[in-house]
């Protein structure tokens, strides 16, 4: 009965709460950065975890980061066997149009939210490029959500940095983490972290995992662990 829940708790969150199952993913340093102060994280976690991280992409329908992350890194984000939907959060259509996700689009779905505040004639060039658009009047998560499990997104993993992940949070979205830690020190004070955000404001009101895995790739560890 166990293992029958596990296989299909993406199916029963959708049923019942008519949001997909979130599952939020970081690599990070063992004095919790994702990147340094400079902006750069390549790479933090090891080859061997790398591949480890394509595998389990292939376990999700659907990939979401953004529009820093598509910035930043230029990721293709796909898996070992499958091409997953690639979903970038992205308030004014930053994203430029040689950005490899835009450049794939038409042989990768690939869904841009925006805000009102994206320039159109961006949107135009964006949905030439085969980018589907979800256009709200402001980008809320939550809405966003509800609309890709409509569309029948029931399963997302997230691999965005610390505002998406606090904003996942923050909204009582996440039912799953994922997290990397590789034996590094970087440092820094305005080094990035994997949850930005305002935060919790005591220790009692945190978020605490529940049915833990740990599990060595190489000299990284990786958690796992329910939120929900």
């Known amino acids: 009965g166990k293992e029958a829940r596990e296989g299909n708790r993406a199916f029963f969150k959708w049923n019942k709460t008519g949001f997909p199952y979130i ?36 376990e999700y329908p659907a990939i979401l980061i953004g529009a820093n992350t598509a ?5 293709t984000l796909r898996g070992t066997k499958l091409r997953p939907v690639r979903i970038i959060l992205d308030t004014y259509a930053r994203v430029p149009i040689d950005a490899k996700v835009v450049k794939t689009a038409k042989e990768q779905r690939t869904i841009l939210a925006v805000s009102a505040s994206a320039l159109e004639e961006k949107l135009r060039l964006l949905r030439r490029a085969g980018v589907e658009v979800i256009q709200l009047e402001i980008l809320d998560l939550r809405i966003l959500l509800e609309e890709l499990a409509r569309s029948g997104i029931t399963k997302i993993l997230v691999e965005g940095g610390g505002e998406v992940h606090a904003s996942i949070f923050e909204a009582g979205l996440s039912d799953e983490v994922c997290i990397f830690i590789a034996p590094k020190i970087t440092g820094g004070a305005d ?37 929900g």
């Open 191 to 227: 080094a990035r972290t994997p949850e930005e955000g305002v935060g919790f404001g005591k220790i009692i009101d945190s978020i605490h995992l529940s049915d833990v895995t740990m599990e060595r790739i190489e000299d990284d560890m990786v958690i796992r662990g329910k939120t």
């Open 23 to 58: 599952l939020s993913k970081w690599a990070m340093t063992l004095d919790g950065k994702i990147a340094t102060h400079t902006g750069d994280s390549k790479w933090i976690s090891s080859v061997a975890s790398r591949k480890w991280l394509h595998q389990l992409r292939d």
């Open 71 to 75: 910035l930043r890194d230029d990721p």
